[in-house]
């Protein structure tokens, strides 16, 4: 069974903190992407990622950085959190970055900054 | 002027009831067509995927792709309230762009 997996359901964190979420698939996947959601704006695609190493930005970069050192592993970086971070993360993958892809996300991350 | 959209609801019907979800796009250049479903404090997973105009069925559900109206429509038969969730279009052009979501149709259904 195919396995996307964030490693916090839930993080409460404090303004000006580093923050880091990772995320592991088991699906020997290309791609990785990092999504966050909130209530009325729908997914917007913060970064992704076509290979190890390789980083792009997607349409809401700005206060975020991401690291994939390894095929499996991609790491959401919040180098200062804020408040207007609060939101749902989500991580997917997908095996294919054009045509037709198939994205396999995990549960997410539901992320607080007070 | 927004890519893809998606009238976010809560849309409730009863139990049993024909469920229409409908998205509508503007680039006609998008070329692949899908819907996600996503339950509560879950990610979205892959419901549907079309490619042509016209009609695709998988059991309960029916996707529908009307690339000269630029209009796409997921079709629920019989609904249960298992199917209640959030349900996401998904259009992609076939370049490096990725996919493009509708911000979602929260659908409730009552026993």
């Known amino acids: 069974d195919v396995k996307v997996t964030q490693s916090s359901r839930y993080l409460v964190k404090r303004t000006g903190e580093k923050v880091f979420l990772e995320c592991v698939q088991d699906m020997d996947h290309e791609n990785m992407f990092w999504y966050r959601q909130d209530p009325g704006l729908g997914l917007r695609l913060i970064y992704f990622s076509y290979d190890v190493k390789m980083k792009e930005k997607g349409d809401i970069p700005e206060g975020y950085s991401v690291s994939r050192e390894k095929k499996e592993r991609f790491s959401l970086i919040l180098e200062s959190a804020s408040t207007n971070q609060t939101s749902m993360y989500l991580c997917a993958s997908s095996l294919r970055l054009t045509g037709s892809e198939k994205l396999f996300f995990g549960s997410g991350t539901q992320l607080s900054v007070l | 002027q927004k890519e893809v959209e998606q009238d976010p609801g809560p849309l409730s019907v009863p139990e049993g009831a024909i469920v229409s979800l409908n998205c509508t796009y503007s680039?006609?250049?998008?070329?692949?067509f899908m819907w996600y479903r996503q339950y509560s404090r879950k990610g979205p997973e892959l419901l549907m995927y079309t490619y042509s105009s016209g009609n695709k069925e998988d059991g309960r559900f029916t996707a529908q792709v009307d690339k000269s109206s630029k209009y796409i429509s997921l079709f629920i038969r019989d609904s249960q309230p298992s199917d209640s969730a959030t349900y996401l279009c998904?259009?992609?052009?076939?370049?490096?762009?990725?996919?493009?979501f509708g911000k979602g149709t929260h659908l409730i259904i009552q026993p």
């Open positions: 998904a259009i992609e052009g076939g370049g490096a762009d990725g996919l493009t």
């Open positions: 680039n006609s250049a998008f070329q692949y």
